[in-house]
């Protein structure tokens, strides 16, 4: 499947790496964080929210095709894995403090926990693809297991729900053809198609996203593992310390 993945992929003619769009990611999600925790509202910098917010909806369609590449790409998925469950963990109590002004908070799980449980999926898939069943059966056994996680992902109040679960599992289903990654993207994030401010109705704006991630190279670039996994608490804990300082 890797093989397939790279010959659909990879091209010197387009020049964002996967760490290039990681880093689109995660400045995009830092934007929308700043808004969706309302301290640029509080603060009075309404449009400046408005765009922020807007903007950011690029960020969750590249986390979800990262990780759906990731789960083809990654030679030990088990550890792959543990980082993003870890890494889930970690982040709650940041995620509560900005979002909440608690530590805890169960209706309204980090983003991470949907990513992990996406990966997850995919990786039971995997399994499946590689017993000796019928196809039927497996068929059905994917389907059955992917609205099971489905309802875990709403039980669990997870950041994007289900909708992040089909996200993540169509993307990869359609990774060997960019067309079809094209028209999931488009059919999946369809809901925050018309997502507005208080200010600004900038409509379509999370299909940006689309071509940024049409114009991946297959390659990985260079970025920091850790440095990566570390920005989501670290941002979300800078957030709250803003709040306690200027608000």
Same mark, same amino acid.
């Given at each position: 499947m890797d093989k397939k993945f790279l010959e659909t992929w990879?091209?010197?003619?387009?020049?964002?790496?996967?760490?290039?769009?990681?880093?689109?990611?995660?400045?995009?999600?830092?934007?929308?964080?700043?808004?969706?925790?309302?301290?640029?509202?509080?603060?009075?910098?309404?449009?400046?929210?408005?765009?922020?917010?807007?903007?950011?909806?690029?960020?969750?369609?590249?986390?979800?095709?990262?990780?759906?590449?990731?789960?083809?790409?990654?030679?030990?998925?088990?550890?792959?894995?543990?980082r993003l469950f870890i890494?889930?963990?970690?982040?709650?109590?940041?995620?509560?403090?900005?979002?909440r002004n608690t530590i805890f908070e169960y209706y309204n799980q980090n983003v991470i926990f949907t990513l992990f449980l996406g990966a997850l999926l995919i990786y039971i898939w995997q399994v499946i693809e590689d017993k000796s069943f019928k196809v039927y059966i497996k068929i059905s056994l994917m389907l059955i297991i992917a609205i099971l996680f489905c309802f875990l992902a709403q039980m669990m109040f997870t950041d994007y729900s289900y909708k992040g679960i089909i996200a993540i599992s169509l993307l990869y289903l359609s990774f060997s053809n960019k067309y079809l990654t094209a028209l999931v993207l488009f059919l999946s994030f369809y809901?925050?198609? /018309?997502?507005?401010?208080?200010?600004? @109705?900038?409509? !379509?704006?999370? %299909? +940006?996203?689309? #071509?940024?991630? $049409?114009? /991946?190279?297959?390659?990985?670039?260079? @970025?920091?593992? !850790?440095?990566? %996994? +570390?920005?989501? #608490?670290?941002? $979300?804990?800078?957030?709250?310390?803003?709040?306690?300082?200027?608000?």
């Amino acid at each position: 499947m890797d093989k397939k993945f790279l010959e659909t992929w990879q091209s010197d003619r387009f020049f964002f790496t996967s760490g290039h769009l990681k880093i689109i990611a995660c400045l995009t999600m830092f934007l929308s964080h700043l808004a969706q925790s309302y301290l640029l509202y509080i603060l009075g910098y309404i449009r400046i929210a408005d765009l922020s917010m807007l903007i950011g909806r690029v960020a969750m369609p590249i986390y979800c095709f990262m990780v759906a590449q990731g789960m083809v790409l990654t030679k030990d998925k088990k550890s792959y894995l543990k980082r993003l469950f870890i890494f889930a963990l970690v982040s709650e109590i940041p995620y509560d403090l900005a979002f909440r002004n608690t530590i805890f908070e169960y209706y309204n799980q980090n983003v991470i926990f949907t990513l992990f449980l996406g990966a997850l999926l995919i990786y039971i898939w995997q399994v499946i693809e590689d017993k000796s069943f019928k196809v039927y059966i497996k068929i059905s056994l994917m389907l059955i297991i992917a609205i099971l996680f489905c309802f875990l992902a709403q039980m669990m109040f997870t950041d994007y729900s289900y909708k992040g679960i089909i996200a993540i599992s169509l993307l990869y289903l359609s990774f060997s053809n960019k067309y079809l990654t094209a028209l999931v993207l488009f059919l999946s994030f369809y809901f925050e198609a /018309y997502v507005t401010g208080y200010s600004l @109705y900038i409509p !379509f704006i999370v %299909y +940006l996203s689309i #071509p940024l991630i $049409l114009l /991946y190279n297959g390659k990985r670039g260079k @970025y920091s593992k !850790f440095g990566f %996994y +570390l920005f989501y #608490p670290g941002h $979300l804990m800078l957030i709250y310390f803003l709040k306690l300082v200027l608000l």
